[in-house]
């Protein structure tokens, strides 16, 4: 009798296989070193996901604020002027280490393991807000049609569609982007603004009108691009605007002394 398996049934084996890569993988998505634990991360990665998560945070711009440093809805000294017309950023923390893997993963990746568990940290953190108790609906800061083809897919409507599922809230395109704009990565602050001015519009204004809206991005550097959305949501008659982001990309030394020293 052979004992060779029939090639569908090799097939089936490897597809399994791959599932159970997927959903526990071999080593830790975030450093790709380290076995992971039940969470999904390796022990490391999870300290230091707990860390960032726990940094405080300006509630109106998403800095990390220093030790001592309360936390005023007004802003902070590192604030921009003038003030964003979003009133109110949510953030996970900094743009570094199982955050920025996490990032990564929903720009690039399809089994973004990472960005999944960091979308549902996000919800809770939106939930978690006292002044957050009357969101109306959930909008996707858009990329322009070249930049989505390009990468493959809507990492900010992916993402916006999982946090509303979360939130139990709708999620609508309302804003259209007008004009693909250069890469905001390294530009300077007032060359982001004049890069993203007149950038975006809405549609559907009975949609908008009067209501708080949910604003969403993947990350936020200087809050350039998201204030433009926000002076368009609220020119179309948005009641107010929150911005919610994954990461806020700063300066590591506004963080580092929230970090254990590595060994080197």
């Not at 199982?98 to 979308?119: E, Q, Y």
């Not at 530009?187 to 982001?192: E, P, Q, V």
Request: hydrophobic share 35%; aromatic share 4%.
């Amino acid at each position: 009798m052979n004992s060779s398996r029939p090639s569908w049934t090799r097939a089936l084996v490897d597809l399994a296989k791959g599932a159970g890569d997927l959903l526990l993988p071999a080593t830790c998505p975030a450093c790709q070193e380290y076995p992971p634990t039940l969470d999904g991360l390796c022990e490391s990665c999870a300290t230091e996901r707990l860390t960032l998560l726990a940094l405080p945070y300006c509630p109106r711009c998403g800095m990390t604020l220093g030790p001592g440093v309360p936390a005023n809805p007004g802003g902070c000294g590192k604030c921009p002027t003038p003030m964003p017309r979003f009133s109110r950023t949510v953030r996970l923390g900094p743009y570094a280490g199982p955050l920025r893997n996490a990032v990564r993963h929903l720009k690039f990746h399809r089994g973004d393991i990472l960005s999944s568990a960091a979308t549902q940290q996000l919800a809770l953190a939106v939930q978690a807000a006292e002044d957050l108790h009357d969101l109306d609906v959930v909008v996707p800061i858009p990329a322009h049609w070249r930049r989505r083809f390009a990468r493959g897919r809507d990492h900010s409507g992916l993402l916006a569609r999982r946090l509303a599922r979360h939130l139990g809230l709708p999620v609508q395109p309302l804003l259209v982007r007008t004009r693909s704009t250069p890469p905001q990565t390294h530009l300077s602050r007032t060359a982001r603004i004049a890069n993203v001015r007149n950038a975006f519009t809405t549609r559907d204004p009975a949609a908008i009108s009067g209501s708080n809206v949910l604003l969403v991005d993947d990350v936020t550097t200087t809050g350039a691009t998201a204030n433009e959305c926000a002076r368009a949501l609220l020119k179309g008659g948005a009641k107010s605007v929150t911005l919610a982001v994954l990461a806020k990309s700063e300066p590591r030394d506004a963080y580092a002394e929230y970090l254990p020293q590595r060994d080197s």
